[in-house]
């Protein structure tokens, strides 16, 4: 079945440690999503992928990178985790921005420690 | 701010209950309006979505929703749930004005009793 797979499901990392969290997608959409989501709060756009173009969220902060080397791989790169950055990171994808329905990987709880 | 407000954040009722859950938001011009659920342990799946035409959609496991312009309001509604109803649900809207990104509410945590 095409979907969004997000890998791992679990993460733990060490405080100031970099960590990568990938998402890989079969359904050949242009457009990848990063969301942060805290506990018992709304998933919060990081930023997103427009085939290669990179579309960053204002308030996004500079600890979070991302990279997409191809069309059904997305990275997100955090430089130096910390505390508050413990959430749930999910990877959606799309056709096209707008209009269009997102489809949402399982998500990757990360635990900074 | 332009925001989405899910107005109940925990609901619990009983099995053959009906469900009516609140969804506003602040943007003007043309929205995309959209619910999501999450089931335990599972993955955001959408629901159902408004973009153009009756008001009224119909999703999928006997859910609706109502847009009401007027009220800036996409209230979700089953008329009565199952227990397998117990989810998270996230109203979400697109708008023109806000960059055509996606926003989502706080989300309402939906438990029905058997």
């Known amino acids: 079945d095409a979907m969004v797979i997000q890998n791992p499901r679990y993460q733990v990392t060490q405080f100031g440690k970099p960590v990568t969290l990938s998402c890989s997608q079969t359904?050949?959409?242009?457009?990848m999503y990063w969301y942060q989501q805290k506990s018992s709060q709304a998933p919060k756009l990081l930023f997103h992928?427009?085939?290669?173009?990179?579309?960053n969220e204002a308030d996004t902060p500079d600890n979070f990178q991302s990279r997409r080397p191809n069309t059904s791989f997305c990275f997100l790169d955090i430089r130096s985790p910390g505390l508050g950055d413990a959430a749930m990171y999910l990877c959606?994808?799309?056709?096209?921005?707008?209009?269009?329905?997102?489809?949402f990987g399982p998500g990757t709880r990360l635990l900074v420690l | 701010a332009q925001s989405v407000s899910q107005h109940n954040h925990h609901v619990i009722l009983s099995e053959a209950a009906s469900l009516e859950l609140g969804c506003n938001y602040s943007?003007?011009?043309?929205?995309?309006l959209f619910w999501y659920v999450q089931y335990p342990g599972q993955h955001l799946q959408l629901l159902l979505k408004?973009?153009?035409?009756?008001?009224l959609v119909k999703g999928i496991k006997g859910f609706e929703a109502e847009f009401i312009k007027s009220k800036f309001s996409f209230n979700l509604r089953k008329p009565s749930v199952q227990w397998s109803d117990t989810a998270e649900y996230f109203c979400?809207?697109?708008?023109?004005?806000?960059?055509?990104?996606?926003?989502f509410g706080g989300g309402t945590r939906v438990l029905v009793k058997p």
């Open positions: 359904l050949n959409h242009n457009v």
């Open positions: 979400a809207v697109n708008a023109v004005s806000a960059g055509n990104k996606l926003t």
């Open positions: 959606a994808t799309s056709t096209r921005t707008g209009v269009e329905t997102q489809y």
């Open positions: 943007y003007g011009g043309t929205v995309n």
């Open positions: 408004y973009f153009s035409g009756d008001p």
């Open positions: 992928y427009y085939d290669k173009d990179f579309n």
